[in-house]
C-alpha cells in the first residue's frame, strides 16, 4: 500500500531564515506522481509542484526549491527566505497506479509558523 | 479559468440527518474526485468520478455516497450523520487522463454535526 511521511509535525522559524519540509514515501508503483500543496488558514488546498517518478531533475522555482532523491525515497521542499505569508500547513501526496484514478495518498502536514 | 467551487461553504446539521454537498470542476476537467480531512485522520480519499461513473472509491461506509452530472459537476451525499463525520469536505478536479494528473482543490465545506 502508499504511504507518505512527513515526520515534522510543526516547524516554528524566524523570517528570513530557510526551512526545508521532509517527506519520505513508500509504494510499489515503478511509475508514480509526488506533489506538494499548501493549504492557508482558509482551508483550500493549493498546488504547488508535481513530480513523476522518472523526473528527478530538481527544481527551483522562485524561493522554493524541491529535493526528489528516489534512492531514499524523500521528496523534500525548501523555502529560501521564508516569509510571514509562508505560514500554512504543508502536505505532500503520492498517487500512482497502485491506487489507480486520481487518488492520493497524502501526509499527516507540516504546520509552518514564520515569524516576524 | 475559474477554479472549483464547493457549495455550500459551512453547514451545521444534528445526528441522524443527511446532507448533499455539491462541486463543479474547473472548465474541461472530467474528473473529480472527494477528500475528508478530519484533525484525527487527516486527509482521507472518499471516491472519484470520471465520466458519471465512479471509477475510484475509499475506504468510508456506505453511507458516503456521491454522483457525477454529464456536465462534469458533482455532488456527495451523507445519510443518517454521525458525530464524526464533522470534517472539512474537499472536492478536487483534473482533467481525468490516464495518468495521475494535477489535482486542483476547491476552498471545502465545513460541516458540523450537532
Known amino acids: 500500500a502508499q504511504k507518505v511521511t512527513q515526520a515534522q509535525t510543526e516547524i516554528s522559524v524566524v523570517e528570513k531564515e530557510d526551512v526545508t519540509l521532509d517527506c519520505v514515501y513508500e509504494?510499489?508503483?515503478?511509475?508514480?506522481?509526488l506533489f506538494w500543496y499548501k493549504q492557508p488558514p482558509s482551508g483550500e488546498l493549493v498546488f504547488l509542484i508535481r513530480?513523476?517518478?522518472?523526473?528527478?531533475q530538481n527544481e527551483i522555482s522562485g524561493r522554493y526549491s524541491w529535493n526528489f532523491q528516489k534512492s531514499t525515497s524523500s521528496f523534500n521542499f525548501t523555502i529560501t527566505a521564508s516569509q510571514v505569508v509562508d505560514s500554512a500547513v504543508y502536505f505532500c501526496?503520492?498517487?500512482?497506479?497502485?491506487?489507480?484514478?486520481?487518488?492520493?495518498?497524502f501526509g499527516e502536514g507540516t504546520q509552518l509558523t514564520v515569524n516576524p | 479559468k475559474a477554479g472549483v467551487t464547493q457549495t455550500p461553504r459551512y453547514l451545521i446539521k444534528t445526528r441522524g440527518q443527511q446532507v448533499t454537498l455539491s462541486c463543479s470542476p474547473i472548465?474541461?476537467?472530467?474528473?473529480v474526485s472527494w477528500y475528508q480531512q478530519t484533525p484525527g485522520q487527516g486527509l482521507q480519499f472518499l471516491f472519484e468520478?470520471?465520466?458519471?461513473?465512479?471509477?475510484n472509491k475509499g475506504n468510508f461506509p456506505g453511507r458516503f455516497s456521491g454522483r457525477q452530472f454529464s456536465n462534469s459537476r458533482s455532488e456527495m451525499n451523507v445519510s443518517t450523520l454521525e458525530l464524526g463525520d464533522s470534517a472539512l469536505y474537499l472536492c478536487?478536479?483534473?482533467?481525468?487522463?490516464?495518468?495521475?494528473?494535477?489535482?486542483?482543490f476547491g476552498p471545502g465545506t465545513r460541516l458540523l454535526v450537532l
Open positions: 478536487a478536479s483534473s482533467a481525468g487522463g490516464v495518468s495521475q494528473e494535477t489535482q486542483y
Open positions: 509504494t510499489r508503483d515503478t511509475t508514480y506522481y
Open positions: 513530480r513523476n517518478s522518472f523526473d528527478e
Open positions: 501526496a503520492l498517487g500512482g497506479k497502485e491506487t489507480s484514478g486520481s487518488r492520493l495518498t
Open positions: 472548465s474541461g476537467h472530467r474528473s
Open positions: 468520478y470520471f465520466s458519471e461513473t465512479q471509477r
